[in-house]
């Protein structure tokens, strides 16, 4: 999600495919204030189908590392899934495995992001009270659904710990921990959406007693596991797939990042604002201060940006916040700059193409727009 120069780049290229990316981003904006205009959760189920129709039914020439998958959904099956699965992603192979069907491959796509989407817009629809639906899907879709069109199955761990979150703050801390333990099985890196558990420090008065116990034995645990995880990974080589995070030493600090930063300070800045926010909104913003965190880490360790994913998708759910006060005290404006922001986020994800999602192909039709 990093930008960079204002310039049409692949847009110019392609002018059809970026009218559909930027077609279906209306449609869903609009479905998504009819949604809670009328306070009917089941439309959402239509913006899930509309995404993973248009952007799950793709070929692998769309997304960088689509094809990849192809490629280990053609050795599972050709070679079983006790062959290429390991520990950390069992369920997704196994999901692949039960596709053995003509066209699989596509179907197993389709059915991975419409549950990507639904999940990502019923956790949204949590907040409905809060925020303005349609920004929060605005500012979903222009900084996820470039991702996800490129790292499909990242995205969908993302999702499960995403919805999981919602639990954080219900008290019943054990099934956000099953639901990460699920995203583990998917993609290994869910394993830091364990700091969540440090939005439990922002509700500790409300919790109860075994919620209390469980929020000591991680503040206990918590300090062991960032001493001791590196040294495990390390002599296990189980971080030798992540070693070319750790190759580029350039600084690089991307204007999306400086972009997120301005919005965020000038959203906090004024008015106590963080203090008027409900336990989850300001749990929403400390996520969004920990992902910017890891996204300039990223600048420095190529591909790092990736980890910060996981409190980065709070963003779509802070800014919105953050839009609704500005709003509630009388300065509209804020909310236009994040609508702007969104805008110059889809933007420069199609012009600058960095993730592959330009030309656009879908199986609905045999040529590339």
């Known amino acids: 999600m990093t930008g960079g120069a204002c310039n049409v780049g692949a847009i ?4 059809l495919g970026s009218l559909i990316y930027f077609l279906v981003f209306i449609i869903g904006i609009v479905v998504a204030n009819e949604a809670q205009a009328s306070d009917r959760k089941k439309i959402l189920v239509f913006i899930a189908c509309v995404l993973a129709l248009f952007f799950g039914l793709r070929t692998e020439k769309v997304g960088i ?63 409905k009270e809060q925020v303005n639906l349609s920004l929060s899907f605005g500012l979903f879709y222009s900084f996820f659904i470039p991702v996800e069109l490129n ?12 919805w999981g979150s919602r639990y954080i703050f219900t008290h019943k801390v054990w099934l956000f921990l099953a639901f990460l333990l699920f995203a583990v099985g998917i993609h290994r ?11 439990l420090y922002f509700i500790k008065d409300e919790m109860s007693y075994s919620s209390r116990t469980v929020l000591s034995c991680v503040s206990l645990v918590m300090p062991v596991c960032v001493i001791a995880a590196p040294i495990i990974l390390i002599n296990t080589g189980y971080l030798t797939d992540y070693a070319k995070y750790f190759e580029s030493n350039d600084i690089k600090i991307g204007l999306m990042t400086i972009l997120k930063l301005l919005v965020l300070f000038i959203g906090l800045s004024k008015h106590k604002l963080f203090q008027r926010f409900d336990v989850q909104g300001k ?17 420095l360790f190529d591909y790092m940006e990736r980890i910060g994913y996981f409190f980065s998708i709070f963003d779509v759910v802070s800014l919105s916040y953050l839009a609704r006060a500005q709003k509630d005290i009388g300065n509209a404006e804020y909310e236009r700059m994040i609508w702007l922001l969104s805008l110059y986020v889809l933007f420069t994800a199609l012009s600058g193409n960095g993730q592959g999602i330009l030309p656009y192909e879908s199986l609905w039709f045999h040529f590339t727009v």
Not at 75 to 93: C, K, L, R
Not at 189 to 199: D, E
Not at 283 to 299: M, Q
């Open 189 to 199: 890196s869910s394993l830091i959406a364990i700091l969540l558990l440090c939005a």
């Open 65 to 127: 590392d689509t094809v990849n998958y192809l490629r280990y959904y053609t050795e599972t099956i050709q070679y079983g899934p006790n062959i290429t699965a390991s520990w950390y992603d069992t369920v997704y192979v196994y999901g692949m495995s039960l596709f053995r069907m003509e066209n699989g491959f596509y179907l197993f796509n389709f059915i991975v992001s419409f549950a990507t989407n639904l999940l990502i817009l019923l956790r949204l629809w949590d907040f």
């Open 151 to 162: 790292i499909a199955r990242q995205l969908l761990a993302i999702a499960l710990v995403f």
């Open 12 to 15: 110019a290229n392609y002018p």
């Open 283 to 299: 749990a929403t913003v400390i996520f969004t201060i920990v992902g910017l965190a890891i996204s300039i880490i990223g600048y």
